[in-house]
Antibody, heavy 120, light 106 residues
Framework: QVQLVESGGGVVQPGRSLRLSCEAS????????MHWVRQAPGRGLEWLAV????????FYADSVKGRLTISRDNSRNTVFLQMNTLTAEDTAVYYC?????????????WGQGTLVTVST | IVLTQSPGTLSLSPGERATLSCRAS???????LAWYQQKPGQAPRLLMY???ARATGIPDRFSGSGSGTDYTLSISRLEPEDFAVYYC?????????FGPGTKVDL
């Protein structure tokens, strides 16, 4: 069955960087686009970024453009989210999710999320 | 594109019908709208896509409709496991955007 397992979360100081990973299994990873979505404590879902199946195209939410970078390594069945210059507003659970197709569609499968806390 | 969901909270009882609204600030290439259900401590679960298509395994008491800028998710008869938060997502125009959610509670 499809499994998405996020890792890399934790407590980080403001201004620092963090890279999240999401390892996929149970499907042909290089055939699907991948998304990152976050959820601040007690808040709603915020779509962040999508990457095409081959990694050639990415698109970002305006709120994070230039500060977050999505990438993937199809040889490792893994998608990444590089986050720079973190602030308290980045504190959230970060979910990776599988696109239903090669990219630019809805997400049909989700990981359980990894918590990022930005704090001194 | 900003999505607005109403009401913010819907207080109902099991067996009642729920009607949730999602309205977009502008068109986004209808019918590229999905609905997700989220329970506390869990990841979102896909319910509907393309406005009216049920995802795999979703019971037929869930239905979706709408076009243009106005969309609706209906739950014909609420079961105890349906009490949750529901989000709409538009994927017709980048950047994709979620609505703020509607909480269906007792």
């Amino acid at each position: 069955q499809v499994q998405l397992v996020e890792s890399g979360g934790g407590v980080v100081q403001p201004g620092r960087s963090l890279r999240l990973s999401c390892e996929a299994s149970g499907f042909t990873f290089n055939g699907y686009g991948m998304h990152w979505v976050r959820q601040a404590p007690g808040r709603g879902l915020e779509w962040l970024a999508v990457i095409s199946h081959d990694g050639r195209r990415q698109f970002y939410a305006d709120s994070v453009k230039g500060r977050l970078t999505i990438s993937r390594d199809n040889s490792r069945n893994t998608v990444f989210l590089q986050m720079n210059t973190l602030t308290a507003e980045d504190t959230a659970v970060y979910y990776c999710a599988r696109d239903v197709g090669r990219a630019w569609n809805y997400a049909d499968q989700w990981g359980q999320g990894t918590l990022v806390t930005v704090s001194t | 594109i900003v999505l607005t969901q109403s009401p913010g909270t819907l207080s109902l009882s099991p067996g009642e019908r729920a009607t949730l609204s999602c309205r977009a600030s502008q068109g986004f290439g209808s019918p590229f709208l999905a609905w997700y259900q989220q329970k506390p401590g869990q990841a979102p679960r896909l319910l509907m896509y393309d406005a009216s298509a049920r995802a795999t395994g979703i019971p037929d008491r869930f239905s979706g409709s709408g076009s243009g800028t106005d969309y609706t998710l209906s739950i014909s008869r609420l079961e105890p496991e349906d009490f949750a938060v529901y989000y709409c997502l538009q994927y017709g125009s980048t950047p994709f955007t979620f609505g703020p959610g509607t909480k269906v509670d007792l």
